[in-house]
């Protein structure tokens, strides 16, 4: 079974960037799609962004061209760039492995962004 660690949250000021990391063990990244999602309080949790197979991505219409997804086998770990962050982006940010029928899901990385 997969397990998921995130992090690499913190406070930024609006127009700056952060990068997330969503470290992996137990089976390689490379069996397994990949997503990042956010929740802010009182709200759905939202789908930001997903990779998988030799690197394939997708990514929600509201961080298109601002947020990057990206993998790094050797390191097996997904990374989020977040760039010219909103305060609208503030929320808490989780990583899911789907390496089958089942989803795995990282305890979540704060993110602030301050006016």
């Known amino acids: 079974q997969v397990q998921l660690v995130e992090s690499g949250g913190g406070s930024v000021e609006a127009g700056g960037s952060l990068k997330l990391s969503c470290a992996a063990s137990?089976?390689?990244?490379?069996?397994?799609?990949i997503g990042w999602f956010r929740q802010a309080p009182g709200k759905q949790r939202e789908l930001l962004s997903r990779i998988w197979g030799a690197g394939a991505t997708s990514y929600a219409d509201s961080v298109k061209g601002r947020y990057i997804i990206s993998q790094d086998n050797a390191k097996n770990t997904v990374y989020l760039q977040m760039n010219n962050l909103q305060t609208e982006d503030t929320a808490v940010y989780y990583c899911a492995a789907d390496c089958g029928a089942r989803r795995t899901w990282g305890q979540g990385t704060q993110v602030t962004v301050s006016a």
């Open positions: 137990g089976l390689p990244l490379s069996s397994c799609r």
